[in-house]
């Protein structure tokens, strides 16, 4: 009897034991995914776990030790929780106390980089309350804050938009615009690339030169090597007086070549050692003349699939295209359409249209639906438009352009709706419905991992849960 207590003890303590062995393993290896810095730390500071991001946040390398909270960065932990707490409208006491979680910011110096950390600490108890640790979660909030302080700084050039991969792309603009890095923006008519190229010339050193632009399609054929580099008098018949290139004229400012996609072949030479060796000859002259520009460049093609069947030089691509930015359409941020319905109007407003525009719901579905072929430019128009052909400042269905009416009557389920906007909204069902698909194409892209998916969507994770339930997608 006694053997056979023993025998099932033993069996119960060794299930115990596998049973805390895997849970453990389970959650090292959740931990191991997540992509916050997590540190368990003593009330005194001793770290007892940390997992590796925390190392390439607080640029720590694999040989230094972390055994203190004073090893990650120099801050005053005391002091830094103190103020968290005055911070959120209590004192420090009252809000360990009250077991919440604090949370506050720092900007540190991370091996040669300044980031932003976002800190949230927690104290967590064993079931005796006479063993506490503190659950140290740190988020890399760098690329949002530098984002809102361009945003906040006006320096978006009017770019208008509040989808997580549109402001990736303002994000990377801010960031390259330092550099004299050659930008080629690639994205379908009316996107915004020439927007794009102004923000970076803006947000870069050279913004006290001029921004000279070229679109490649718009210039004939005979008179592009004249327009790129400038000619003498005489140069050619009708070379009535010497004139300066673009080339030129961009000195110590940004070179913007738009639609290069267009530029005939036996040119692409030519501009491939122009750009290269930034040296050139005027047409009718033997003199090189030295320029020094930023080269953004932007088209509408797809200049890899371009290289793919011999009609753009590689070596020309590879030269232009050291930063590609890709600018997404509007179809695929269909989140923006409120914004810059809301934008366009306040901007007729501005120009002296009554502040009465009002859109029918039955308005907002149809530019919900629209897929948007000419883009943002198409968008525009269409306010514009409805604003005009409006019954008394009412946006109807019938004063929006033929090519959106016609297609709105094809399509009779509507096309789910972004953020319903100040005006009239385009209703409940259809936002939930927008929703639904969002949170579901964002679940999708981060295999399922909510962190990634709020991170994706620019929500925080709370935010996401509670659409979650509300979409009936939680469970
Ligand atoms: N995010 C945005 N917010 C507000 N307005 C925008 C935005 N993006 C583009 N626009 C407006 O849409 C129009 C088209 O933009 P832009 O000329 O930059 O596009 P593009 O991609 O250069 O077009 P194209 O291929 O025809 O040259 C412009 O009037 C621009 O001001
Ligand atoms: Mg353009």
Redesign the pocket.
């Known amino acids: 009897m006694i053997e056979a207590i023993a025998a099932a003890t033993t069996r119960n303590t060794r299930s115990t034991v596998d049973y805390l062995t895997t849970t453990h393993e389970v959650l090292e290896s959740i931990i191991d995914q997540i992509n916050d810095g997590i540190v368990i730390a003593s009330p005194e500071g001793t770290i007892s776990y940390h997992n590796e991001v925390i190392r390439g946040l607080f640029g720590i390398g694999k040989e230094t030790r972390i055994d203190h909270l004073k090893d990650l960065c120099h801050i005053n932990w005391s002091k830094r929780l103190a103020r968290a707490a005055i911070d959120s409208g209590g004192d420090y006491g009252t809000l360990v106390a009250s077991d919440r979680s604090i949370h506050f910011e720092e900007k540190i110096h991370a091996g040669d980089s300044i980031r932003f950390l976002e800190f949230t600490i927690k104290r967590l108890f064993s079931h005796s309350r006479h063993h506490e640790v503190r659950v140290i979660v740190v988020r890399d909030v760098s690329a949002k804050r530098r984002l809102e302080a361009t945003l906040q700084s006006g320096g978006t050039c009017?770019?208008?938009?509040s989808s997580p991969e549109?402001l990736k792309v303002l994000e990377k603009a801010r960031q390259i615009a330092a550099s004299d890095a050659s930008v080629m923006l690639q994205?379908?008519?009316?996107?915004?690339?020439?927007?794009?190229a102004r923000l970076i010339h803006e947000q870069s050193t050279r913004n006290r030169y001029p921004m000279v632009e070229v679109n490649c399609a718009a210039v004939p054929e005979t008179l592009m090597e004249s327009e790129f580099f400038g000619h003498t008098k005489g140069a050619f018949t009708g070379a009535h007086d010497l004139r300066q290139g673009k080339f030129q004229a961009a000195d110590h400012g940004t070179l913007f070549l738009?639609?290069i996609g267009e530029l005939p072949l036996h040119l692409q030479a030519k501009i491939l050692h122009a750009i290269e060796d930034r040296r050139f000859q005027m047409l009718g002259s033997n003199e090189t003349l030295n320029v020094n520009f930023r080269l953004v460049s932007?088209s509408?093609i797809n200049l890899r699939d371009a290289v793919d069947t011999n009609q753009f030089r590689p070596d020309l691509y590879y030269r232009i295209a050291v930063i590609p930015i890709n600018?997404p359409p509007l179809r695929d941020r269909i989140g923006?359409v409120p914004l810059?319905v809301n934008?366009f109007c306040d901007d007729l407003v501005a120009r002296g249209h009554k502040d009465n525009i009002k859109v029918t719901k039955a308005a907002w579905q149809a530019l919900l639906n629209y897929p948007w072929p000419g883009?943002?430019?198409e968008l525009?128009n269409a306010v514009e438009h409805g604003v005009i052909c409006s019954d008394n400042g009412i946006v109807d269905v019938d004063s929006l352009p033929q090519d959106i009416r016609l297609y709105s009557r094809e399509v009779p389920a509507a096309r789910p709706a972004a953020q319903a906007p100040n005006l009239e909204g385009p209703g409940e069902e259809n936002a939930l419905r927008n929703q639904q698909i969002e949170l579901q194409e964002a679940l999708e892209k981060a295999h399922g991992s909510k962190a990634l998916a709020a991170q994706i969507l620019g929500i925080d994770r709370t935010t996401l849960w509670r659409r979650m339930q509300k979409a009936g997608l939680a469970g």
């Open positions: 009017g770019l208008i938009t549109m994205g379908e008519s009316g996107t915004g690339k020439s927007c794009v738009d639609e932007a509408n600018i923006d810059l934008h883009n943002i430019r525009n």
